[in-house]
């Protein structure tokens, strides 16, 4: 069995104030996209590791990235204007694969997460093959009720990668793609028309998503 990993490259900078796609940004020597795509390709059973980026910037990734993939290769596919639209551009782009059981699982990760590491990577791989869908998830520690009460201890943060078995969610996007439906995050997909049971796997707030410009060093402090 083997696993595809698509990594959602397609943003932008302003937030962090940069005049460059955040994910081309450095983070301690190399690039943050390089962080996950080297996670993603070490883990054992990861065939095929596929980045989406904004429609011009095939060329600056490409570029960006190929000389930390040794003898590794990577595909580049172009966006959309959504992350829906994104995610479904990678899954045309794998679908003879996924439709002759070559990848079984595939995991769908935001680029400017560069901290996730192989290990989550693998764990949320084998969760999803286990039960059919997998998401990291830390527990909310600074959440504040509106109205005094309590405040429910088992609410979570749902993070990247979030991995499942490759045939529901291919049919799901073109059952969506069918209806013009476009959710919010490739669980909203899955839930509006899959089954699938969906697994939490543990994460820490270490696998931090780069948004604004503190993000950059914080990540850079942190292990890895």
């Given at each position: 069995m083997s696993a595809a990993v698509v990594i959602l490259a397609a943003g932008t900078g302003s937030r962090v104030g940069a005049e460059v796609n955040k994910v081309l940004l450095p983070l301690?020597?190399?690039?943050?996209?390089?962080?996950?795509?080297?996670?993603?390709?070490?883990?054992q059973d990861v065939r095929r590791v596929l980045l989406v980026v904004r429609p011009g910037e095939q060329d600056a990734v490409g570029d960006a990235v190929s000389p930390y993939l040794g003898d590794a290769e990577v595909?580049?596919?172009?966006?959309?204007?959504?992350?829906?639209?994104?995610e479904w551009a990678a899954l045309?782009?794998?679908?003879?694969?996924?439709?002759?059981?070559?990848?079984?699982?595939?995991?769908?990760?935001?680029?400017?997460?560069?901290?996730?590491?192989?290990?989550?990577?693998?764990?949320?791989?084998?969760?999803?093959?286990?039960?059919?869908?997998?998401?990291?998830?830390?527990?909310?520690t600074q959440v504040i009720s509106t109205d005094g009460g309590p405040v429910p201890r088992d609410l979570v943060a749902v993070q990247?990668?979030?991995?499942?078995?490759?045939?529901?969610?291919?049919?799901?996007?073109?059952?969506?793609?069918?209806?013009?439906?476009?959710?919010?995050?490739?669980a909203s997909c899955l839930e509006r028309y899959g089954d699938l049971r969906i697994a939490a796997v543990p994460s820490t707030s270490g696998n931090l998503k780069i948004t604004f410009a503190d993000d950059v060093s914080l990540a850079a402090r942190l292990p890895r």
């Open positions: 301690a020597g190399r690039p943050v996209l390089v962080w996950s795509v080297s996670a993603a390709l070490a883990v595909g580049v596919v172009e966006g959309g204007v959504t992350r829906h639209a994104s045309r782009a794998m679908a003879p694969e996924i439709e002759s059981g070559a990848i079984d699982v595939v995991a769908i990760h935001d680029g400017a997460r560069p901290l996730a590491g192989t290990g989550l990577f693998a764990a949320t791989i084998e969760a999803a093959r286990d039960h059919g869908g997998a998401l990291p998830v830390v527990p909310l990247t990668p979030q991995a499942f078995r490759a045939d529901a969610l291919l049919a799901a996007y073109r059952s969506a793609d069918a209806d013009g439906f476009e959710g919010t995050d490739t």
